[in-house]
């Protein structure tokens, strides 16, 4: 999970439940389309990425409350940019984009916890 100020502080997580559900409500263009209207800051594929992260900790979130939200957010200065950021993080730690090279390099290096 991956947290992100919004109208407060929240967390993206990306399951497959959330990618069917962002794809469909993006008329079934496949998740690799939807990031790059992600990289183009398209504020549709924002507003239902947000929507499809966030319905993890919030059952009643819609993509008109994230409209209204994200409104809020922008009024007050915040970035465009940030939400961005915090979706790829989420996607990328969601695993779906790893490859075999990815896994391979994992299990030849596996990081130790640091101790403090």
Same mark, same amino acid.
């Not at 992600?38 to 594929?45: K, T």
């Not at 507003?47 to 409209?67: C, N, S």
């Not at 940019?81 to 075999?100: C, P, Q, V």
């Given at each position: 999970?991956?947290?992100? $100020?919004?109208?407060?502080?929240?967390?993206?997580?990306?399951?497959?439940?959330?990618?069917?559900?962002l794809?469909?409500?993006?008329?079934?263009?496949?998740?690799?389309?939807?990031?790059?209207?992600?990289?183009?800051?398209?504020?549709?594929?924002?507003?239902?990425a947000?929507?499809?992260?966030?319905?993890?900790?919030?059952?009643?979130?819609?993509?008109?409350?994230?409209?209204?939200?994200?409104?809020?957010?922008?009024?007050?200065?915040?970035?465009?940019?940030?939400?961005?950021?915090?979706?790829?993080?989420?996607? $990328?730690?969601?695993?779906?984009?790893?490859?075999?090279?990815?896994?391979?390099?994992?299990?030849?290096?596996?990081?130790?916890?640091?101790?403090?």
């Amino acid at each position: 999970m991956v947290t992100i $100020e919004f109208d407060k502080p929240r967390q993206l997580q990306y399951d497959l439940a959330a990618i069917r559900d962002l794809e469909r409500a993006m008329d079934g263009q496949p998740l690799g389309i939807i990031v790059g209207h992600l990289a183009n800051l398209g504020v549709n594929a924002l507003i239902l990425a947000l929507w499809a992260g966030f319905k993890h900790e919030d059952r009643a979130v819609t993509p008109h409350l994230v409209t209204v939200r994200l409104e809020t957010y922008l009024k007050s200065g915040k970035p465009l940019r940030a939400l961005a950021d915090g979706i790829n993080d989420a996607l $990328e730690e969601s695993g779906l984009f790893k490859t075999a090279k990815d896994e391979q390099a994992t299990a030849a290096n596996p990081q130790t916890p640091t101790s403090q």
